[in-house]
């Protein structure tokens, strides 16, 4: 139980364009998803948290107007990278935390992004 | 703030070796903990959790003690497999609905 899919796992597109990578869970309700991005040596960044139905809280330092996350549903959350460019290359990891309280996160495989 | 200190990595250690992987915490609270798995090219699994102190959580022959009076949640194995190569991450949450706080990850190495 408690799987999470991300789509694309990887992607190849030219600089200026945009790129959408989905989360879903698949056998649970997820109020909350997160989005992280993963630098090398492994260290993980939180991006932003979405809460199904709002907007999403992004952390200082993340660009909202090129970060686009939509959370339209209790099992899909979206990420849009707006305007890519080759210093957006990266590991991106969606989360997706159950209903309820002290509950864990469970996380998708990850997108490789890769701006040409 | 919350953070979570863990041993730098890589730990290289051959097959059947006993595994320790150290994590502390700083946190206003009385957090949650868990370990996280990341093998390669993938995301990061859940591993084991506990949710107060003396709790020990326990998956795959992991295991991990919630220690309050330290504040210590040291991931250990008592035999590990050319399998469990994989980056761990120690991670804790406060309050039921907070977001998680991650260490910076360990790199296992375990050669045959």
Redesign the interface.
Same mark, same amino acid.
């Not at chain 1, 864990?104 to 990850?110: S, T």
């Given at each position: 139980g408690a799987v999470?899919s %991300?789509h694309p796992s990887w992607v190849i597109c030219k600089s200026g364009t945009s790129v959408k990578i989905e989360c879903r869970s698949l056998d649970f309700q997820a109020t909350?998803m @997160?989005w992280y991005r993963q630098f090398p040596k %492994? $260290? #993980?960044m #939180?991006m932003a948290?979405s809460n199904e139905g709002s907007k999403a809280t992004y952390e200082q330092g993340v660009e909202k107007d090129k970060f686009l996350i939509n959370h339209a549903s209790l099992t899909l959350s979206t990420l849009t990278v707006t305007s890519a460019h080759p210093e957006d290359s990266s590991f991106y990891?969606c $989360?997706a935390r159950e209903t *309820? !309280?002290?509950q !864990? %996160?469970? @996380? *998708?495989? *990850?997108t490789r992004l890769s701006i040409l | 703030g919350n953070s979570v200190t863990q041993m730098e990595g890589p730990v290289t250690l051959s097959e059947e070796a006993f595994l320790t992987i150290n994590c502390t915490y700083t946190a206003t609270g009385y957090p949650s903990l868990f370990w996280y798995v990341q093998y390669p090219g993938e995301g990061l699994q859940l591993l084991l959790k506990a949710t107060k102190a003396d709790d020990k959580g326990s998956n795959k022959g992991f295991e991990a003690t919630y220690r309050k009076e330290t504040t210590s949640f040291h991931l250990e194995k008592g035999s590990v497999q050319v399998s469990d190569s994989a980056v761990y991450f120690c991670a804790l949450s406060l309050g039921g609905y907070q977001k998680v706080t991650f260490g910076t990850g360990t790199k296992l190495q375990v050669i045959p």
């Open positions: 999470v %991300q909350t @997160f %492994q $260290s #993980l #939180l948290t990891i $989360s *309820g !309280p002290y !864990p %996160q469970h @996380f *998708g495989d *990850g | -």
